[in-house]
């Protein structure tokens, strides 16, 4: 009964592929985001989504396309992969309820670019 | 940029109270205070979240001050699994945020419990 979960858990790949993280959550959450937490372990906004739509984009590169196809789902495209994205990334949703919208975190993607 | 300001370790023995600070000197008065700790190799987990009252669930008590500058998050009984980086964040709350509000995560403290 995992609350969110993201494929796959370690992903290793060459410079210059292109490789999708997958993202679900069962909570009927309406919202979804992506977080990179880089070497140093500084963890970062990076999209958000509400109901599909695109909220915050904090400043990535192009390389990188969120989709969504419903609300329960946000994958993670990345094109012309480079050594710097090399880092965890994590999912997490939360449901809109004013005050208590606690966000809850999948177990994270280590993406390794050789 | 983080809002917060929070030693960057701290130990602890086992079976004893954790008091972990934090300072938000700058904190405007719609927002409110968040407690996340990352276990190693784990996702960052919510503990607890308060605005001005004291707080406590299940698993930890956070007192916020009168001028709300700063706070302390309690772990009344710390374990060997509470060994994990905790991060103090504030975010204004308030209406439906419709995926608006992000966390903002600083560099948080490194607890250490100690057998």
């Known amino acids: 009964d995992t609350a969110v979960s993201q494929t796959p858990k370690y992903l290793v790949t060459q410079m210059g592929n292109d490789k999708s993280i997958k993202c679900e959550q069962n909570?009927?959450?309406?919202?979804m985001y992506w977080y990179k937490q880089d070497s140093k372990k500084f963890l970062k906004i990076m999209f958000s989504?509400?109901?599909?739509?695109?909220?915050i984009n904090e400043t990535v590169p192009n390389r990188f396309s969120p989709k969504s196809p419903d609300k329960a789902h946000l994958n993670l495209h990345i094109n012309s992969l480079e050594l710097g994205d090399s880092a965890v990334y994590f999912c997490?949703?939360?449901?809109?309820?004013?005050?208590?919208?606690?966000?809850?975190f999948g177990p994270g993607t280590r993406l390794t670019v050789l | 940029d983080a809002k917060t300001t929070q030693p960057t370790s701290m130990d602890c023995a086992e079976g004893r109270a954790a008091n972990l600070p934090c300072n938000h000197s700058?904190?405007?008065?719609?927002?409110?205070v968040y407690w996340y700790r990352q276990i190693h190799s784990q996702g960052p987990q919510y503990i607890i979240h308060?605005?001005?009252n004291n707080e406590t669930n299940e698993m930890a008590s956070l007192i916020i001050t009168e001028d709300r500058k700063s706070s302390t998050l309690i772990l009344p009984h710390a374990t060997l699994r509470d060994t994990a980086v905790y991060y103090c964040?504030?975010?204004?709350?308030?209406?439906?945020?419709?995926?608006?509000?992000?966390?903002?995560f600083g560099t948080g403290t490194r607890l250490t419990i100690i057998p």
């Open positions: 997490a949703s939360s449901q809109d309820q004013g005050s208590t919208d606690t966000q809850y």
């Open positions: 909570l009927g959450h309406d919202t």
């Open positions: 989504y509400n109901n599909k739509e695109l909220i």
């Open positions: 700058t904190i405007s008065g719609n927002e409110y």
């Open positions: 308060g605005l001005k």
């Open positions: 964040i504030v975010r204004v709350m308030g209406m439906i945020n419709f995926g608006n509000e992000k966390l903002t």
